[in-house]
């Protein structure tokens, strides 16, 4: 095979997750000997800059619905006032706010009953500041991270990931948005301040008494029956008749999105998880699977004051058939039709309003006649085996790396994650979906392929997917085939990747990677 290793200033130019003259003081002794050190000089300054953050999961409670208050676990954060933003009367954590460059400086508190540890899905960081479920500490232990942000401007999300845990941790509120920006961002002047949202999408279910109710099927993953925006139950916003930036994030256990707006007018993207795309595109509606981010450009300025318009999910076939309507939980069922915000429109309070750049970044995406394996891709086969799911016929085992799950630092490789499953399954069902994550890095989606049998269905679905630009989870359909390219820098160790139906995750279909020198 030819390897054709990619060097790590390229890379990082490439990738756009740049670098230089980032001081990675903190990181560094993580940093592989094999390569030059970061601070090769590509224009950015160190700045220096650490931000120093007190995280404390704990018990709260939260006034979401007309009575009584809503038992739920919350991140809690303390300290530097610039970078932690937080949402009043919700139960997700903090916003972070970081500057790719910074230095995050962070102790995480485990103070609930359980025993957790943090994972900071997007970013690139050492194996030990991952949030691997062997880092886990038990109630009234911590656990320093330290950091710098190597990603490039986006909306990454930080929730727990305890091995068989993580989707009750999640599900009673364990979670937040953590958004870096950098300097070809802030050239851009995309709206901002209080006309860049935030939108965390998540299902719930509710008892007569205001309280979470977590019931879980392991074959389909939990539905809840009403969709709360920003850990807050629904109600009505008001937007200005101007462009608003909106950062979507599914944070929901397994629940898939198909959202659109209800004037049918196009959903406008300019970021997908990773950051912004090269350029703006148009979709009819947006396709997000649990774990994945969207940013839209949303221009409510031909609206007039007084008028309204809903963000709704439509409905779809997602196939789970018979056996996952008997197992499920009381919610509405995957694919269900769903009312997730209602806006009103307001007037524009003055001011220029910002214009939609036709051209947003440059995502230096690399090639795929650079990938190492080219000719003989890396194959991970989705299937559903005596109600778990496996990758390549394996579950999760703490600390166990297979021979076939060994990379290399430095390479660019081809990964295809196949869905097994396909056409008349189990009872009707026609399989399951599985939103695929890989810790560490950023991926680029190079093709999809759907068999026969599955297709009416997929593209009820496809139609909405934006494999434009970087992403780190992606959406694998019953019966589809996605080819990744992907490159592992610039950390070596164990990482996982893994289904982000959170209840496919706890039921053990993850496994480790090993980034080797
Ligand atoms: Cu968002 Cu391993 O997770
Ligand atoms: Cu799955």
Redesign the pocket.
């Known amino acids: 095979m030819n390897k054709s290793r990619f060097s790590r200033r390229e890379f990082f130019r490439l990738a756009g997750v740049g670098v230089g003259g980032l001081l990675l003081a903190a990181g560094s002794r993580k940093v592989s000997a094999a390569y030059a050190p970061f601070s090769v000089t590509t224009g950015l300054t160190p700045t220096g800059d650490e931000a120093a953050i007190d995280l404390t999961a704990r018990a709260a409670r939260v006034n979401l619905l007309p009575g009584a208050a809503t038992r739920v676990w919350q991140y809690q954060g303390q300290g530097d006032s610039a970078s932690l933003q937080t949402i009043p009367d919700s139960y997700l954590g903090p916003i972070l706010r970081l500057k790719q460059g910074q230095n995050l400086r962070l102790r995480f508190n485990n103070n609930i009953p359980d025993a957790s540890i943090v994972h900071w899905h997007g970013l690139s960081v050492p194996h030990d500041m991952d949030g691997h479920p062997h880092t886990v500490i038990p109630q009234g232990q911590g656990y320093d991270y330290e950091f710098p942000i190597l990603n490039r401007a986006g909306t990454y999300w930080y929730h727990p990931h305890p091995h068989g845990r993580t989707g009750p941790q999640a599900y009673y509120g364990l979670a937040g948005l953590l958004i870096v920006s950098d300097e070809e961002e802030r050239a851009l002047g995309l709206p901002s301040g209080e006309f860049d949202l935030p939108l965390v999408i998540q299902d719930r279910s509710f008892d007569r008494d205001n309280q979470l109710v977590y019931v879980a099927d392991p074959m389909n993953g939990f539905f809840g029956d009403q969709v709360l925006v920003n850990g807050q139950s629904r109600h009505t916003w008001k937007v200005q008749a101007r462009p608003y930036r909106l950062r979507l994030l599914n944070g929901s256990n397994a629940r898939i999105y198909k959202l659109a707006w209800s004037d049918n007018q196009a959903m406008t993207v300019i970021a997908t998880d990773g950051g912004l795309l090269e350029k703006p595109v148009k979709r009819p509606y947006l396709t997000l699977a649990p774990g994945e981010r969207a940013e839209l450009w949303a221009d409510f300025s031909a609206y007039q004051p007084g008028q309204k318009l809903r963000l709704e999910s439509l409905p779809f076939s997602a196939g789970d058939g018979m056996m996952g309507m008997m197992m499920g939980s009381s919610g509405l069922p995957n694919g269900s039709a769903m009312d997730v915000l209602s806006l009103q429109i307001v007037p524009a309070t003055g001011g220029e309003n910002p214009v939609l750049p036709q051209r947003l970044s440059d995502p230096g995406f690399h090639a795929e006649q650079d990938a190492v394996n080219r000719n003989d891709p890396r194959r991970i086969t989705?299937a559903m085996q005596h109600m778990t799911?496996t990758l390549n016929g394996r579950t999760f085992m703490m600390n166990e790396v297979a021979a076939d799950e060994k990379v290399r630092l430095g390479d660019l490789e081809i990964w295809e994650f196949i869905n097994s499953e396909s056409g008349m399954g189990m009872m009707g069902g026609s399989g399951?979906?599985?939103?695929m994550h890989i810790h560490g890095v950023q991926f680029r989606v190079l093709g999809r392929q759907v068999n026969r049998q599955n297709r009416a269905d997929y593209e009820a679905l496809s139609a909405g997917f934006v494999d434009d630009g970087w992403k780190d989870t992606v959406l694998v359909w019953p019966g589809e085939q996605v080819r990744l390219l992907v490159g592992f820098q610039p950390y070596t160790g164990m990482y996982l990747y893994h289904?982000h139906?959170l209840e496919?995750e706890d039921g053990g279909?993850m496994r480790n990677y090993q980034v080797e020198s």
């Open positions: 989705l799911g399951h979906p599985h939103p289904c139906n496919h279909m």
